[in-house]
Nanobody, 125 residues
Framework: QVQLVESGGRLVQAGGSLRLSCAAS????????MGWFRQAPGKEREFVAS????????AYADSVKGRFTISRDNAKKMVYLQMNSLKPVDTALYYC??????????????????WGQGTQVTVSS
C-alpha cells in the first residue's frame, strides 16, 4: 500500500521560510519522479515543483522559480520543498505526488499515480 505523508506546513509571515517534507512508503522510491502541487481555496490544483529519481532533472512553476527548491533523499524515501521569500499568494494546501517510471521531472498533474493528503501553508501579510 503506497502512502505519501506530507508535513511541515504552518502559519508563517510574508518573507519567511518553510520546509515541507513528504515521507513515502510502500513503493520503490527510485522508480518514481516526485512532485509538489498546491491548491488554494476556489482554485485548481497547480504544479509547483518536480524532481526525477536521479536528481538530474528538476522543474518549477514560474511563480516559485528562484524561491523554492525541491530535493529528495532516496535512502530515506523522502522528498522536500524548501520555500523561501514566502508571499501571501503562496497560501494553499500543498500536496506531494509520485509518478512512476518517468525519466524526467513531471509537470503534468495527470501523470502522477499517487497523492498525499496535503499540508496547509498559510502566509500572512
Amino acid at each position: 500500500q503506497v502512502q505519501l505523508v506530507e508535513s511541515g506546513g504552518r502559519l508563517v509571515q510574508a518573507g519567511g521560510s518553510l520546509r515541507l517534507s513528504c515521507a513515502a512508503s510502500g513503493l520503490i522510491f527510485e522508480s518514481y519522479s516526485m512532485g509538489w502541487f498546491r491548491q488554494a481555496p476556489g482554485k485548481e490544483r497547480e504544479f509547483v515543483a518536480s524532481i526525477n529519481w536521479s536528481f538530474s532533472s528538476t522543474a518549477y512553476a514560474d511563480s516559485v522559480k528562484g524561491r523554492f527548491t525541491i530535493s529528495r533523499d532516496n535512502a530515506k524515501k523522502m522528498v522536500y520543498l524548501q520555500m523561501n521569500s514566502l508571499k501571501p499568494v503562496d497560501t494553499a494546501l500543498y500536496y506531494c505526488a509520485a509518478a512512476w517510471g518517468r525519466r524526467n521531472a513531471v509537470r503534468n498533474r495527470g501523470e502522477y499515480d499517487y497523492w498525499g493528503q496535503g499540508t496547509q501553508v498559510t502566509v500572512s501579510s
